[in-house]
């Protein structure tokens, strides 16, 4: 079953890490690797500049959701309850709060919290319509998974829950928050799920039997079981997209893709497609971001086929 809508702005943030603890090692995940080919400057900013964001209501009220369904199967099975799932809301969101203080912001006066905490709240009613977690005992839950490409980056994810059947057979579950995509253009979300498969596939020489996306926005699950051959697609692509953003960085145009996903970029003001001008790059910061050595620090100093060739090399994998 598979029904969706038009894109809903991205729900999920870049991560938080201070500048010390940047990894070492060049990485990729399936968000970042969406951002590049939706903009590159966005990439650039989340990646390289690392700039914060602010906090939106829905994605923070996702972190809240999935860290209720997360810690549900704490509870042994047949307490596993839609009254037990409302009641760690309350506690969840302290724990959140304590983590990130400037999520109090969000909300100017208690009603708005109070409407926003029964939204999640809504969100949990419709995952008990699509699941009973007292069947399930998932192997694994907000499990981090990597992968090392040769000549390529660490492919890095987290994949919320991972079902081990008694078989063997494996299957990968996410959450989302928001609505599921229109028929015909769930090639998108199937991505970020086909990505994971890789990632185990490599590291546990399996193929995960079924990717299952759990969308509580509006009641709909997306199955898709993957194959061998898709994978071999899969890290074609995913070489394909790294290797566009080793050319951006090193020929430092880093050019914004308009689109009307910039209603919501928290880096609008920055973006010289609406009149701003980003800052310069850190002293290191493509090299310790992405191992890549810029040639210049931006379209600055390129001289005009240069500069028409490095538009090329973007157009080119975000089109791929």
Known sequence: MSTTQTPLPPSEPPSGEAPA???????????????????PLLFRFRVVDRLPEPPSAAAVRGTLVHAVL?????????????????????????ELLAAQPRHAELFEHEAEWDEWLASAGRLLDTYFTLEDPNRLQPHEREMSVRTQLDDGPQLR??????????????RVVDYKTGRSPRAGYESSALFQMRFYAFMLWRERGELPRMLQLV?????????????????????????????????TARSGDWRPRKSKLCDWCAHRDLCPAFGGTPPEIPEGA???????????????GLEPLA??????VVERHVSQ
């Open 215 to 247: 969308y509580l926005g509006d009641g709909t699950i997306l199955r898709h079981e993957p194959t061998e051959p898709e994978m071999l697609s899969l890290e074609a692509r995913v070489r394909s997209i790294w290797t566009g953003i080793e050319e």
């Open 286 to 300: 493509v090299r310790l971001a992405l191992g890549v050595e810029p040639v210049v620090s931006g379209l600055a």
């Open 157 to 170: 994810g987290i994949v919320d829950r991972l079902d081990v059947a008694p078989n063997g057979a494996m």
């Open 70 to 94: 997360e810690h549900l199967f704490d509870l042994p099975a047949g307490q596993r309850t839609l009254a037990a799932a409302h009641a760690m809301l309350p506690a969840r969101w302290e």
């Open 21 to 39: 603890a940047r990894r070492s090692v060049p990485g990729l995940s399936p968000s970042r690797a969406n951002d590049f080919l939706q903009c």
């Open 307 to 312: 500069a028409q060739h490095a538009g090329e």
